[in-house]
């Protein structure tokens, strides 16, 4: 074993708290720096955990789907024919589950819910109900449940698209992928007529040629800025591991750099 006197023979500085240190504060400053750029300059961009008018409806539409829903579901398990008993359970069991979480978050936000269908859902309730078992029933049970769930499809995709409340979002992201399960499964029935559906209300209007991104000369800046400040951090980062495996390779004793001697 060497002696200290020994291992200073090979030029080993031990590096000051300060030196040591140095890249690491640059590092964070950059850090800091890129934070600063990207906090918003305004509230208007905040969480906010207010319930807005928008967010009042999709509570309350979702609410409504399952009270009507629920029971169609009951009454295809007793009318319908094999394929529809098993979309009626899934779709009743899906439903009871997502009324669950929607009364608790119109607890939570103290935004009240319905608790009985609209008018025009009793009336599809009431068409399900007078019409006779098997395929009389399954036709009225998939057209109207797949009428219903592409309006629903359709709201919901826009309240999701624009509500600024965190569990809000979450709940449409539940309630849209359940309805999407729900309309697979009653197309997989053969008994949705598709061209009584109504025709997709979308815009046809092309967007204008070079149309412009938007940003305005200080949005420039902050992405120039941006730019150069991550690229310099990396560069940096990437200089000072190259420097550092250079001074560690360079301080190596002979005999560990060819290999030592073999006795």
């Not at 400053?29 to 906090?39: E, M």
């Not at 169609?72 to 007793?78: E, F, I, K, P, V």
């Not at 608790?115 to 049970?141: C, I, T």
């Not at 359940?178 to 949705?192: D, I, N, P, Y």
């Amino acid at each position: 074993m060497r002696s200290a006197s020994e291992l200073a023979g090979f030029g080993f500085e031990t590096p000051s708290v300060l030196e040591r240190s140095r890249p690491l504060v640059r590092i964070l400053f950059v850090v800091v720096a890129v934070l600063a750029l990207l906090a918003p300059g305004s509230t208007s961009l905040a969480q906010t955990t207010s319930v807005s008018d928008t967010d009042a409806v999709l509570l309350t539409k979702v609410r409504q789907a399952g009270l009507w829903e629920m029971p169609s579901g009951m009454m295809a398990m007793q009318k319908g024919s094999p394929i529809v008993q098993k979309v009626g359970f899934a779709i009743m069991m899906d439903h009871g589950r997502l009324d669950v979480a929607t009364r608790a978050l119109s607890q939570k936000l103290n935004s009240p819910v319905p608790d009985q269908p609209s008018d025009e859902q009793r009336g599809w309730l009431g068409e399900e109900m007078a019409a006779s078992p098997g395929p009389e029933f399954d036709r009225v049970f998939a057209n109207r449940l797949r009428a219903a769930h592409g309006q629903v499809f359709a709201i919901l995709a826009q309240l999701r698209a624009g509500t600024r409340n965190d569990d809000v979002r979450a709940f449409a992201t539940v309630g849209n992928q359940a309805v999407m399960r729900h309309m697979t499964m009653l197309e997989s029935t053969g008994m949705v007529d598709y061209t009584a559906l109504p025709a997709p209300a979308v815009s046809t209007t092309a967007a204008p040629t070079g149309i412009q991104l938007g940003l305005d000369t200080s949005q420039i800046a902050v992405v120039g800025a941006l730019f150069l400040l991550v690229g310099g951090g990396l560069f940096y980062v990437l200089r000072q591991v190259k420097s550092n495996r250079g001074r560690a390779k360079a301080s190596r004793p002979a005999t560990a750099r060819t290999g030592g001697s073999h006795g």
